[in-house]
């Protein structure tokens, strides 16, 4: 099992930035994709931005240019950096990774416990 624990939440004020940090532990075999999914009240969660292993990312369009995501294969860690927020941005914040048993050719999704983002003045 892969533990997946996150930091770096808070209240911010609009325009300003945070940063979210995620780290792996636990019995993890070959991290593949990473990234960042968030949920605000009354609305599905969504994805935010994705990091391959090989350092590809994806974006969803509400935060492109604002936002830019990053990883440590080392360490397995991923990072969100989260700049000219919005109060639109407010939402709980998951990490997920998916990790590839090595007898395995399907990844499975680990998640973490989320953290709350709350932007507002």
């Known amino acids: 099992q892969v533990q997946l624990v996150e930091s770096g939440g808070g209240l911010v004020q609009p325009g300003g930035s945070l940063r979210l940090s995620c780290a792996a532990s636990g019995r993890i075999f070959r991290i593949r994709a990473m990234g960042w999914y968030r949920q605000a009240p009354g609305k599905q969660r969504e994805l935010v931005a994705g990091i391959a292993s090989g350092g590809s990312t994806d974006y969803a369009d509400s935060v492109k240019g604002r936002f830019t995501i990053s990883r440590d294969n080392a360490k397995n860690t991923v990072d969100l950096q989260m700049n000219k927020l919005k109060p639109e941005d407010t939402a709980v914040y998951y990490c997920?990774?998916?990790?590839?048993?090595?007898?395995?050719?399907?990844?499975?999704?680990?998640w973490g416990q989320g953290t709350q983002v709350t932007v507002s003045s």
């Open positions: 997920y990774a998916d990790d590839l048993p090595y007898d395995s050719t399907v990844p499975g999704r680990y």
